[in-house]
């Protein structure tokens, strides 16, 4: 089964521009995870969506991230405008259905975001 | 706030040894993940640990849930080279469905 896509896979942007990131998730897969991962911490979530509806955006930046699942299929989160402390690795993730937990979390490869 | 905590941060061992990670969560759980990190790569599942006493083993790595105390181990036997890497462990949130990681253990396996 194809994995989780995400592009691009580098981006670089001078502080306060915009910028966008890309998911595919498995397909079938109904709920789908954006994570920010700074260099040396783990990943902290920052959306999820069950279909194409908000289950937890409580530590999304909402005065400068943005994030859509359209038709509940693929997804995009957005930064406008970027700080340096932007600069990380975001991670896209998706897994079957909601609950079903013994399947577990399918993380893609990742955008690694550098703000200079 | 659900808090995961790993120690340790940073293990080098030689090859051939065993040791533990252990992997300490603040709130009622009982379902933890481990993942693997290669540099510049993104996360791959190790285990899901569902329940209470859950013991899983693959290869060289064998993890190991107990609710009761919010703990989990990986233990690595007889290291060896490829086992280099960053390990996390991970919980859903407490009646939620999305992951919080620990911050990860890097470990070094040197000849």
């Known amino acids: 089964e194809a994995g989780v896509a995400q592009s691009p896979r580098y981006k670089i942007i001078e502080k306060r521009q915009s910028v966008a990131f890309w998911c595919n998730p498995i397909?079938?897969?109904?709920?789908l995870y954006w994570y920010q991962q700074i260099l040396g911490q783990g990943p902290k979530l920052l959306i999820q969506?069950?279909?194409?509806?908000?289950?937890?955006d409580s530590q999304l930046p909402k005065d400068r991230f943005s994030a859509e699942r359209l038709k509940g299929v693929d997804s995009t989160l957005k930064i406008q405008p970027a700080k340096l402390e932007d600069s990380a690795v975001y991670l896209c993730?998706?897994?079957?259905?909601?609950?079903?937990?013994?399947?577990?979390?399918?993380f893609g490869s990742g955008t690694r975001l550098t703000v200079v | 706030e659900l808090k995961v905590e790993q120690n340790p941060l940073f293990l080098s061992m030689q090859e051939g040894k065993n040791y533990t990670i252990y992997c300490n969560y603040s709130?009622?759980?009982?379902?933890l993940y481990w993942y693997r990190q290669d540099p510049g790569k993104s996360l791959e599942s190790l285990f899901v640990l569902l329940s209470n006493g859950a013991v899983k083993q693959e290869g060289r790595l064998m993890a190991s849930l107990d609710t009761k105390a919010r703990l989990s181990t990986l233990h690595i036997t007889a290291a060896v080279h490829d086992l280099s890497a960053t390990y996390f462990c991970a919980v859903d949130k407490v009646n939620g469905y999305a992951l919080n990681f620990g911050k990860g253990t890097s470990l070094l396996v040197t000849p």
């Open positions: 969506f069950q279909n194409n509806g908000v289950v937890d």
């Open positions: 993730a998706s897994s079957p259905i909601l609950g079903r937990r013994e399947y577990g979390y399918t």
């Open positions: 397909s079938g897969h109904a709920t």
């Open positions: 709130t009622t759980s009982d379902r």
